[in-house]
């Protein structure tokens, strides 16, 4: 039926569906059939509008005058494009709408587009051309889009960086030589020094950043880099030529720090033994072979071992670092340790075993701890570089973070005690007080809340300025207690969260029987083997993980 109703306009691009006065159409009357009378005149890629169809088959059901004077219902129409802008303005993109019988685009639209979005920046002239080409080649309707303009990115500026002018005395001495094929394990290289005036480490300045800038050509600022200074120590200085390189104002062994390097004085000696006696030095203590028994080092700085500790006493305010092992022998109950090592700074080695471990900071062990007393003030990790060894067996370790090794506990019936976070019971002593001091703050606060009602109530003629001002400073002085108050109540509660979260105790191969865990007063202790596990605690109750079964766990009080 549609086929009598529907012709061309006089221009040819349009389609106007009228309806004959011999002609009557009943209530099924619909779209069906519309198709096929649009292509017998050769309108089948005109734009069709819908609600113009609609409106024309309700108008004939009425047989209203419209119908009968003719509604357009579709037209023929040129290729359009829009600009999309995405990505807070730092993409645009071009969307373009297939012809329906019409024209494809031409340049100028092209032009006249970007500038109705304003897009002047970063425009790439091939995909312009792309655009031009995909008009002529989309189907009526069809839609396709193309990036045509990109933003610029801020380049971020840099933060100072500090490079070290000399090598790392510690590293170095603990890189065996090799000679013909073999590694010689007592051939450690020559002791680094430096001589005044030396060179000792540059700082690269922060850099300021590069702006960015949108499509549309809105300035995006660059973050600046974090700047610092270079750091004099002792035996260093800032040149006077260069306010960038730090010098050496003595000779001496250089010790790499964050932002400088400090020069001290170092003892070098083949071993420590009978024929050295014991040593007690103001610097650093360097040791190409062994520390050996019942003899006492102390040093001020750093200690390296290029061999052996074996039953000594090694103290140092630095770090200690050993190539090989710490080695004691076992004692009796209540004896003290036959071989004791305590650092202000971190200890490393490649095991340690029947002996005293005590750092300020870490303590890094390659192969295992065996039966020893192990305290540090941060991270205990035992495991070598390819995670394959690390056995942590016997004795008791109290770290105040995380604990990591391959292996913890052993095969039979001995007993390993391990305690993470120590700091835990001073954080919780902490808060405790804490809480009663923001409790007493806050009293502090409604006392003075009350003396203002109070003195409200007193007749204006009867208040002085002293008064007001006396009033004033009350409530500014009890307020910023509240707040300090509360910020430290705050800090401290979001610092345990964050100790209870990192320190963990990871066993990243196998957990045997027998190995307590503590934490604060909680323990709990295993009665079974497991594989890969880790060990929480969220103030209440410690929580095993394990991979591969189900925890079994003993519960103490």
């Not at 004691?328 to 700074?345: A, D, F, T």
Request: aromatic letters at 4%; charged letters at 25%.
């Amino acid at each position: 039926m549609w086929d009598k109703f529907v012709a061309l306009s006089e221009d040819n691009r349009a389609v106007i569906a009228k309806l004959s006065p011999e002609i009557t159409v009943d209530k099924n009357f619909e779209t069906r059939g519309l198709d096929e009378a649009l292509a017998a005149i050769g309108a089948a890629e005109f734009c069709l509008l819908d609600e113009s169809v609609t409106r024309f088959i309700n108008l004939a059901k009425e047989s209203s005058g419209e119908a009968y004077s003719g509604v357009v219902i579709a037209e023929v129409r040129d290729a359009t494009v829009e600009v999309v802008l995405s990505e807070h303005d730092m993409l645009a993109s071009m969307v373009v709408t297939g012809a329906y019988k019409g024209k494809p685009l031409k340049g100028p639209q092209i032009v006249q587009a970007l500038a109705q979005s304003r897009v002047t920046k970063g425009i790439n002239k091939l995909a312009l051309k792309k655009v031009l080409i995909m008009s002529h080649q989309l189907k009526a309707g069809e839609t396709y889009s193309q990036p045509v303009a990109k933003g610029k990115d801020p380049i971020q500026g840099q933060d100072a960086k500090f490079i070290a002018l000399v090598e790392d005395p510690s590293k170095q001495v603990l890189a065996p030589k090799e000679e013909n094929g073999k590694v010689d394990m007592l051939n450690l290289g020559e002791t680094i020094n430096v001589s005044e005036n030396d060179p000792l480490m540059k700082r690269v300045p922060a850099t300021k950043g590069e702006p960015g800038m949108t499509v549309q050509g809105r300035i995006i600022p660059p973050k600046p880099g974090k700047d610092a200074v270079l750091k004099e120590g002792t035996g260093s200085a800032v040149s006077p030529q260069n306010p960038n390189l730090l010098i050496a104002t003595v000779s001496g062994m250089p010790v790499i720090k964050e932002r400088g390097v400090e020069v001290t004085d170092a003892l070098c000696l083949p071993t420590i033994g009978v024929a050295t006696g014991h040593v007690k030095f103001k610097g650093n203590v360097v040791v190409l072979g062994d520390i050996e028994s019942d003899m006492v080092v102390r040093a001020t700085g750093s200690v390296t071992v290029g061999g052996f500790i074996e039953s000594a006493d090694v103290q140092a305010q630095g770090d200690i670092q050993v190539a090989k092992g710490i080695i004691g022998h076992n004692v009796s109950e209540g004896e003290p340790r036959s071989c004791i090592v305590k650092s202000g700074g971190t200890i490393s080695a490649n095991y340690a075993q029947f002996c005293e471990l005590q750092a300020g900071g870490d303590i890094h062990l390659n192969v295992h701890c065996m039966n020893s007393e192990v305290r540090c003030a941060h991270d205990l990790v035992i495991v070598d570089a390819a995670e394959k060894h690390g056995t942590l067996s016997g004795g008791h370790t109290k770290v105040g973070g995380k604990i990591t090794c391959v292996e913890l506990g052993v095969e039979g019936d001995t007993i390993t005690m391990v305690e993470a976070f120590a700091r835990f019971q001073m954080y919780r002593d902490r808060q405790t007080k804490l809480k009663e001091q923001y409790t007493q703050a806050q009293e502090g606060t409604m006392n003075v809340v009350r003396k203002e009602l109070e003195f409200k109530k007193t007749p204006k003629a009867e208040r002085t300025p002293e008064q007001e001002i006396e009033l004033e400073k009350l409530k500014q002085e009890s307020n910023a207690q509240l707040e300090k108050a509360k910020l430290a109540k705050e800090t401290n509660e979001q610092e345990l969260a964050v100790g209870l979260e990192e320190s963990t105790v990871e066993v990243k191969g196998k957990l045997y029987t027998h190995v307590t865990v503590q934490y604060g007063d909680e323990k709990v202790t295993t009665k079974r083997t497991h594989g890969p596990s880790i060990f929480t605690f969220n103030q209440y109750e410690i929580k095993l993980t394990s991979m591969f079964e189900d925890e079994d766990l003993e519960q103490e009080a």
